[in-house]
């Protein structure tokens, strides 16, 4: 269904946005870091909260990814323009009634997950905290309108958005942060702007006609209880893993508070560096969701199984490209990012050992599983994701950390347990068949 230069055109595109996404973040974190130790620890505190968030907004629009994509595929162009505007609405609706909830029992929450941190560090994280919250309808409507151009083989253009909000985030960080001294309240501020603009932008160009999929007219837009609850259907479970599995990085988060300053610093550093690592092969993640769902949507399996095997192969060999400059830049990245030697050390250390295990396990325990729920197979990533994610990961943490003392490796070592048990469930799931039953298109 796809030639070459097609799938290239899709991925290429959406590897560029997650590696810009995920470095312009390191860069956020290092122009944090100048502010001293109390921030950047604040910082990675909240954002454990803001990502376990920003997730279930990307589960929800993966939910409207997929149904679109079949529908594509199936040739139901009316059908993947009402799931679009419908996915629109719904993420806009849950957004708003989660932001009200955050900025008003914020203090209460933080304190609940991260009770046991310094004072300096906590009335940080509850600025941060304020501000961010206020954020979540726009980047939900980003993730939205995103998905939508992604579904239709047009990855471009988000790329492009993301870019420039990347840029004026780093850009606002410069000014609040270096120019005006408002360390944490400024990259808050910086950041909720930089996430207005691309939610105005990507819908302004929704609108526009002669595209694949077209979304008009936002305020007449009206829920339709059936295309929402088809929406759920698959993005629940997106949203119920994703969510599982960051609120489990939370826990863990919470454990690392624990350990002093040097350690969430470390910690926070080295969990920037990895996701870095990371992001080209998930782009390729996302173009497979595409793929496989128009592959299904038009009836030929064997071509979304070939599809799977194919780029889960391009992703590894991406990957150990982006752990070797990983590996190579640290040292450098920590002295530009002004840490205190102490917390430097300790992340190259984490880098050295991360760069090695994830070269190895990572690829086979995400990548595939990105085609997999493109064909709708989405339940049995929820299972399995929660189980690993609590069995393996949290669990091996607090067990290292609080019961012999072990310091931010714990969180390390657990995460490769989950990383190897995952790869080789998925790939057996893979092998099985199953998955390719699973359309959700109708």
């Not at 974190?29 to 604040?42: C, D, E, L, R, Y």
């Not at 295309?227 to 454990?255: D, H, Y």
């Amino acid at each position: 269904m796809f030639t070459k230069r097609q799938i290239w055109a899709l991925l290429v595109p959406l590897m560029i946005e997650q590696v810009l996404t995920s470095f312009m973040g390191t860069a956020d974190t290092m122009m944090v870091s100048n502010a001293g130790s109390a921030a950047i620890s604040a910082v990675a505190l909240v954002d454990s909260v803001n990502i376990l968030v920003i997730y279930i907004f990307a589960a929800m629009a993966t939910g409207g990814t997929i149904l679109c994509s079949q529908y594509i595929g199936s040739g139901q162009q009316e059908k993947a323009n009402h799931i679009g505007e419908q996915l629109v609405v719904t993420v806009v609706l849950l957004a708003s009634v989660l932001m009200i909830f955050c900025v008003i029992f914020r203090s209460p929450l933080l304190r609940l997950i991260f009770g046991q941190v310094e004072a300096d560090v906590m009335v940080s994280a509850e600025i941060y905290f304020l501000i961010t919250a206020i954020s979540y309808p726009f980047i939900a409507l980003y993730n939205a309108g995103a998905a939508l151009f992604r579904a239709s083989g047009n990855s471009k253009l988000p790329m492009q958005v993301s870019t420039v909000s990347n840029i004026l985030n780093i850009i606002g960080n410069a000014i609040m942060i270096f120019g005006f001294q408002k360390g944490v309240a400024g990259a808050a501020l910086a950041t909720l702007l930089s996430r207005i603009f691309s939610a105005v932008v990507i819908l302004y160009f929704l609108r526009k006609p002669n595209q694949v999929i077209v979304v008009r007219d936002y305020f007449r837009i009206r829920l339709d209880t059936d295309a929402v609850l088809r929406i759920l259907k698959v993005g629940i479970p997106n949203g119920v893993e994703n969510g599982m599995f960051q609120f489990g990085k939370v826990a863990i988060q919470s454990t690392v508070s624990t350990m002093g300053t040097v350690a969430i610093a470390a910690q926070a550093m080295a969990a920037s560096l990895e996701a870095l690592a990371s992001n080209a092969a998930m782009g390729i993640g996302l173009g497979m969701m595409t793929i496989v769902g128009q592959c299904i949507g038009a009836g030929k399996k064997e071509e979304a199984r070939r599809y799977i095997i194919q780029l889960t192969w391009y992703a590894e060999i991406s990957l150990i490209i982006c752990c070797v400059i990983m590996a190579c830049t640290v040292r450098t990245v920590t002295v530009l990012a002004g840490m205190e030697p102490a917390a430097a050390d300790l992340t190259c250390e984490l880098i050295y050992i991360i760069s090695l295990v994830k070269a190895l396990l990572w690829v086979f325990s995400f990548v595939p599983a990105y085609g997999m729920r493109g064909a709708g197979d989405v339940r049995f990533s929820m299972i399995l994701t929660m189980s690993t994610m609590w069995s393996c990961r949290v669990v091996v943490v607090v067990i290292l950390a609080r019961c012999f003392g072990f310091g931010p490796i714990a969180v390390w070592i657990g995460m490769f347990i989950d990383w190897g048990v995952r790869g080789v469930l998925f790939t057996w799931r893979f092998l099985g068949g199953k998955w390719m039953e699973k359309r959700v298109s109708l």
